[in-house]
């Protein structure tokens, strides 16, 4: 029989402290969302199971306690870091969940600049992680628009990409070791070592594994060495997609590896770059490292750029500038709030990738189809912002004026609408329907599309490991399924 | 009734970094790499007067909706979304003259483009810009004009061709008046009025109507009696001092036996007034 909510609270009181366990009914309603519902949220609205409780944890072995407990018991549990998650991963489908925040796991355990790498627990965050090594002249390298707010379990949780990827890599390739604790409460920990061929990589089961599978506790990292001095901006305006994925193919493809290739379309770029782009295109790229490769690294891309007459190159402090402001903090996110409120205009993402070859006809079919089939769009584009030797990913973004309709109809008038159209055609394509931030809980319906016949190694991964289905529900793999 | 709305657009100076406050030989500082931003009080004026416009068939009070600005081609952006808003008519005249602070300046244009290019009944202006902060445009063109002026207005409604309701923002309260045009209004801290945002519809429909461009050249700019001598940085900086430790509770417990106790203890042993 299935404990009530009472008796839930009661024992979580019990294994970590009644100081840890928080019942209070608004930290409830906050803790059953995540940024993909907070058009509703911000008015008050909110249409989730209520967790029972949020739990503060502050040791693996709490995180082991408190899994363990909801194991034997069948209780869904959510976990969670930053809260800055964007695709409902963070939700509580099920009656009575379980919220685990391991966002007081923050301590840096330690960084070792003779061997690169930096260990730090699940809620440490990487805006103060990364202010420390570059105190030092080392960089993590990830830098995900949420830097100021997201914390190192759920940047790896959610297979998380940054801002200078092209160069460092996605998070996938920067941990080294991890710490997880399983539904069991059986804590697992895989060593730091540079690499090895000792069966499967064991990380990328829990890389991106979004809470479905086990909770993150701990986190080694690669860590960089970091020369800002060196760093070269380069920016252009050109008239059409086609050639700027063109640009960047070449750049990909003769070995090249900038931080930043950035393509933003004409709609995309006026709301960063009217003031010197009005209806262009910007290609972006950043270029660092030790002198010799920043620098001809940035000789190099200025050569391709200047094969295409379209290109007109701009002051690279225009360029800078705005880089230095484009994340997120607790003031962005509290402003943002507000101009939602008042405006009821909202803008949200959908990100995908796909091969060279079919990436531009992707971007042209969606901007088409979801001109034509939305209402109420107030912005629609899209850029390039993470390259591969073999492909490119796309950021659709939009805005839409909420028009006539309650805050809970928001996201199937519009945000899901939008989400359909492009993962339709992305995967119909032969792209993937999810780049970076994770499948969540929104694009579930989707997801044996996206794997086909590789989705029996998924299933079987989730029945594994979590065959009590505690772990998470709804994210990744449908409820229903 | 006819309601100019006169704005500018600002540089936003959050996003200058330490190093780009370089005070140039013309006192500039080099901010034409920042993207323009519509000033907070003008976007306000701007949606006030939307929303004048959006009620003007319930009350039977057809509204002509203008806007103007005194800007180089910076302002082109926020001209065409004025335009995708359906403003009736939106004006630029365009001027290369350092205007920052030249606020009689602003006002004489302003008062000759109201008498010889388009009689208004209202003029809104925000009160001030981040970048003058001398809040005396609208009290100047007030004075050029002749007409009423009403300061840190925060609300408008129509109530027929001749009157409007203004609220205004007082030392012990709000002010509501029933005012007669003409009038200038000067629009203070004012909620719920960040700027709507057009479609892509209207965009494509509306947002390429061609925007009147005028020159300073054909205005007659008043002599100011104020010179701009020297440009000094504010550093806006307050002493900190950083509380370190391993939980809340830990950090909580040494502020308060560090800074708070004493202070906590010494109000104890004064008697209460």
Redesign the interface.
Known sequence: MSLKREQIVEALKNIVGEDYVVTDEQVLKESSVDRFRRFEAYHGVYRLPLPAAVVHVNSTEDVAAVIKFANENKINVVPRTGHSATEGGLETALENSIVVDGSGMNQIIGIDTYNMQATVQCGASLQELDDRLREQGYTTGHSPQSKPLAQMGGLVATRSIGQFSTLYGGIEDMVVGLEAVFPDGGITRIKNVPRRAAGPDIRHIIIGNEGALCYITEVTVKIFKYFPENNTFLGYTLDNMKTGFEILREVMVNGYRPSVARLYDAEDGSYYFSHFAEGKCVLIFVAEGVKPIADATATAIEEIVARYDECVKVEPKLIERWFDHLNWDPANLAAEKVEIIETKNVCNTTEISGNWRIINDIYDVCMQRVRSEIPDLTLLGAHSSHSYLNGTNLYFVYFYNVVDCRPEEELSKYHLAIKKIIVEETINAGGSMCHHHGVGKHRTQWIEAEYDSSYYILKKLKSAFDPNSIMNMGTIIPLDK | MNILVCFTTVPDLE???DD?WVIDKNLQIDTS????TLNSYDESALEIALTLSDASESVKVPVELNALTIAGT?A??ILKTLNSLRFNRVVRIDSHADLRFRPAAIASILTQYVLEHAPQDVLLLGKQTSIGENAKTHLLVAEMLGWLCITQVVGIELVDMKHLMVTSQVDDGQLRQRIQTPCVLSIGDSP??????????D?MRYGKRPVEILSTSGFQLSDETEELIELEVIRHERAGILIEG??PEEKARKLYEAYLKRSVLLKERLPEH
């Open positions: 996003l200058l970094n780009d790499f920042l993207k323009p910076g082109t952006t719920n009025t960040f700027m709507r945002v057009p479609t892509l519809k965009r391993r939980s």
